[in-house]
């Protein structure tokens, strides 16, 4: 039987890259008997990164779904990448969630990927509690980590626990709800104890217990009133009035701990199921004119947030119970693909284990497999009504690379395994380069390229190159000229002949090609003039200065002659080729290379020698202007030096710099730069000719 959505909490672990969003996932599992040991990311041991990728990187790749029981209620917990390469699966587990625990690091504060997710938060209207992690480091503080919250987020950021001491001696929490103090001795499931408030600490608990109260005050008038004559507030009062500001947004807990020593875990525990709301609590989802309300009586809406691929087990399917019942043995309906899918054995995740479900009822979250149509951001339902969740706007790929299988022959395996892949990450990007006819896999960074490389190689057995691509140089004519193309061959028997004279002159940039007939008195038969423009266009394709294609001309053929045996479209298209070849080389031809708009984010403190590198890269910075907490710089810039700009980026700017780019325009590559290209086109002609 399923839980009533009333007793259901769902959260998603959110947090900067190593701020121990894995860990303590971990220690949650732990200490609601989830697991039976506290696994470790430095020993590869934990439930949630099971991947070797994972493990290896000793960092959370995927999103990962446990579900325990904690006094009574069922916690569905999402533990998320904290790397800004795989924030979709992220966004996705915030977008089912009703509630997101930030995890801080007690040493660093706020960091970037903190302020952007919290946004992403903030937008799907979601309560947001913090937890100060990794107290016991040298340098950490609890107190600094709080003011740069409020400094982020704004007043409304209260702490609900201080820790008892500092760095290596922290021991314990003060609990500023009931003004207890709690000792922890170990890492057991029972390390923990009630002890007094420490003398020297009663002072300050006293201190933030008034911030906090002054707050939960401010979310009741009643309270309020209450609470400035100096009248007695019980304890479920303060619970209530806590619970509801936090579920709306007026204020947001900051708790603490440790989590790889499983230092105040059970107070977090506790902090979910009190503080943090059930579906039912939060409220229904408006959704395409429609309201899902967390009722079992209504008829079926559940939303798939992520799908994995699996070799074996095919795809995999994470969704989120908004409305109704779903029970194994069942039919539904998938709204994009208008086909009905079969529900066979349901999942969850407990531990290591995947053990069955009979059903999942509203609000709550599960697994299905061996769905044949369904992967993310589709709809399951009773009936075929169109339904679609408004888009989460997702981060550009950026980093691309050009990709070849290593054995001949497993071009189809490659990339049949890599939509596959792409169906369980929308942030990757697949297709083929029309000019250099490579296949470009791209992602967010170099590290997203080489784990999709990675899972390519582990999942579906595919072993491929991977190299930089080339840059999709052109070429276009500064002068006008004519040209004479004449084909003329006499083997015995019907011969082969065709004649033309062209003019070729330069269009503007970006006008494309465009052939004129202006043939007059019937020296050329209008059925040949179509194989003209076929030999024209077949020479534009490799143009004469380092035989990339040939762009923005107008040709117009006036004049030629033609044999009444003879003569044919095959004569006349080689007459065009022929034509068009020697016009190329008298026309002053010159290559062009495409400039990219560069949109840069970064700290404010990074913005001289982010546009110093730009300038170093022949770029053109043109503007810039404050955006979220960072610095937004916009520059032109050739694509040839973008290639590697990725990683320079994040060294420049300790991996707190994001950037986007778009293609604007063709323009003329510097001579001293078209000599170089030129040089590696002729030693390899291959490349420009592809």
Partial sequence: MHKSAGRIRNVALVGHRGSGKTSLHEALLFTAGAVDRLGRVTEGTTTSDADPDEQARQMSISAALQSFEWRDRKVNLIDTPGEPSFVADALGALRVCESAIFVVNAVMGVEVSTTRLWQRAAQLDLARLVFVNMLDRERADFFRSLESLKSAFGPHVVATEIPIGAEHQVRGVIDLVDMKAYEYAGETRENCREIPIPEELA????????????????????LMERYLDGGEISHEEIVDAL????????????????????LATNRLLDAIVEDLPSPVEHGGLEVAGLTLEPDEERELYAYVFK?????????????????GVVGHDSHVLNTRAHAKERIGQLLTFRGRETPHADEFGPGDIGAVGKLKETRAGDWLAARDEPIS???????????????????????????????R??????????????????QIVAGLSQIH???????????????????PPRVPYQETIRASTHAHGRYKKQSGGRGQFGDCRIEVEPLPAGAGFEFVNAIKGGVIPTSFIPAVEKGVREAMRQGAVAGYPVKDVRVRVYDGSYHAVDSSEMAFKVAGSMAMRQALEQARAVLL????????????????????????RRGRPIGMEPLAGMTEVRAEVPMAELLSYAPDLRSITGGQGEFTIEFLRYEDVPPQLAAKVVARAREAPEAAHA
């Fill in 243 to 262: 619970k509801d500001g936090t579920n709306h947004g007026a204020l947001f807990p900051v708790t603490c701990g440790v989590a790889t020593r499983n």
């Fill in 421 to 438: 892949l792409q169906e369980e990450d929308p942030t990757i990007d697949l297709h083929r380069d029309e000019q250099t006819g490579e």
């Fill in 203 to 222: 002072a300050q608990a006293q201190e933030y217990r008034e911030k906090l109260m002054d707050e939960v005050a401010e979310n009741s008038d009643a």
């Fill in 449 to 467: 390229v080489e784990v999709v490389i990675g899972r390519l190689r582990e999942r579906f057995g595919a072993e491929v190159e991977l190299k």
């Fill in 593 to 616: 290379e495409p400039i990219m708009l560069v949109n840069v984010s970064v700290p404010e403190d990074a913005v001289g020698d982010v546009i110093g590198d730009l300038n170093s």
């Fill in 307 to 323: 799908t994995r691929a699996d070799p074996f087990a095919g795809r995999i399917n994470l969704f989120r119970v908004y409305q």
């Fill in 389 to 419: 969740m408004p888009s989460v706007p997702l981060p550009a790929p950026v980093m691309a690379f050009a990709i070849e299988p290593r054995t001949k022959g497993e071009e189809e395996k490659v990339f049949s395994a890599l939509r």
